[in-house]
């Protein structure tokens, strides 16, 4: 299986740029996006010394801003492994049958999800808001698609960086929205 790498520097939405010998230009079209409950790599394996990711009261692990953070900035990408639809849906079957809670799945289109669940980076944490102080959009890089998280409105130190897990395609069960917006939409939905 391939992993997207991250390589990316701050720069800012709809500004086609270079970095290094990769180019990075943000598709216009909306994404999809998938998630599963899957067993979640544990934390301390992400973890490089530096900051453990925040324990929410009531969406697990999360992430938060070690920095200001300028709208429109590029924060992180959704890395991961890429997998194809049928291995998507073998462990989305596991996941079902071991009852779990937190998905880690991106659908970024037809065989190229992007699971986060077993190998990935800091974006894993990142929760859903309705209220969200990021974007997660779709870029063509060297024509390859990637996944980057974009700063939606500026961010300070110590805040919470979410952004709204709401697109096209979702799966896996209902869930109860703990966002704490005052437009929570009360809970997030998956087909
Ligand atoms: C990509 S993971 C985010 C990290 C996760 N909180 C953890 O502990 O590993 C997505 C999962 O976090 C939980 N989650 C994220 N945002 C939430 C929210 N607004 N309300 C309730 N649960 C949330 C859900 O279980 C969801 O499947």
């Given at each position: 299986m391939d992993t997207v790498i991250l390589s990316l520097k701050s720069y800012r939405k709809n500004i086609p740029i270079t970095v290094g010998n990769e180019a990075f230009r943000r598709l216009p079209l909306p994404h999809t996006f998938q998630e599963f409950n899957i067993d979640p790599i544990k934390k301390e394996e992400l973890d490089n010394g530096t900051e453990p990711p925040p324990y929410t009261q009531y969406c697990g692990w999360g992430s938060r801003a070690l920095e200001a953070i300028e709208k429109d900035d590029f924060v992180i990408e959704f890395v991961g492994e890429v997998i194809d639809d049928e291995t998507c849906e073998e462990r989305l079957e596991d996941m079902r049958r071991r009852g779990d809670k937190n998905f880690y799945m991106c659908k970024v289109k037809k065989d190229f999800v992007i699971d986060a669940t077993f190998k990935g980076n800091?974006?894993?944490?990142f929760n859903h808001s309705c209220e969200p102080n990021c974007q997660l959009q779709k870029w063509q890089v060297n024509g390859k698609t990637r996944l980057g998280v974009f700063a939606s409105k500026a961010i300070e130190v110590g805040e919470p960086l979410t952004y709204d897990y709401r697109f096209e395609q979702h799966y896996g069960p209902e869930i109860e929205c703990?966002?704490?917006?005052?437009?929570?939409?009360g809970n997030m939905s998956y087909v």
């Open positions: 800091d974006c894993r944490f703990f966002c704490g917006a005052q437009n929570c939409q």
